[in-house]
């Protein structure tokens, strides 16, 4: 130090205590739990939307794919962070390629490409779109606005 006179601390520093979130936070067994159980609930989702969008082709399309909007976007908002959305969304994309996979005589689940190319691709944008979007905002936080 030039001078020899010793520097003040600074008062407008953050403080050093931030807790890690996301994927830097610590394991927890109750998270690891909950993400394992939302990716057999994604699973579940897949096969019954499966049997569904080929059953009821417009109709069942539009609920299996409503569905699967439902659980990712619950599992978002119940964990508050992407792999909330994402553990869901691999669960259902599993059980769906499995399905995809068909039987030996030759048949498969599937009732025709169309719903096959819809349900595939709309089920993957959805998982997208809930894993990418913004946090929600918190129930009474501040909007940091006076009188608001």
């Known amino acids: 130090m030039s001078g020899g006179r010793p520097r003040a601390a600074r008062t407008n520093a953050p403080p050093r205590d931030i807790p890690a979130t996301g994927l830097a936070a610590p394991l927890n067994p109750r998270r690891i739990a909950a993400l394992?159980?939302?990716?057999?609930?994604?699973?579940?989702?897949?096969?019954?939307?499966?049997?569904?969008?080929?059953?009821?082709?417009?109709?069942?399309?539009?609920?299996?794919l409503l569905a699967s909007a439902g659980l990712f976007h619950g599992g978002r908002c119940l964990m508050g962070?992407?792999?909330?959305?994402?553990?869901?969304?691999?669960?259902?994309?599993?059980?769906?390629?499995?399905?995809?996979?068909?039987?030996?005589?030759?048949?498969?689940?599937?009732?025709?490409?169309l719903g096959l190319a819809l349900f595939m691709l709309g089920g993957m944008a959805i998982a997208v779109i809930c894993a990418t979007m913004s946090r929600s905002p918190q129930l009474g936080a501040d909007s940091g606005r006076p009188g608001k």
């Open 81 to 113: 962070t992407q792999p909330g959305a994402l553990a869901p969304a691999a669960g259902w994309l599993i059980s769906v390629i499995v399905l995809l996979g068909g039987r030996p005589e030759g048949d498969y689940v599937f009732g025709n490409e």
């Open 36 to 64: 394992l159980g939302l990716a057999v609930l994604g699973a579940l989702v897949g096969i019954a939307g499966t049997l569904v969008q080929s059953a009821w082709f417009p109709g069942g399309l539009l609920l299996a």
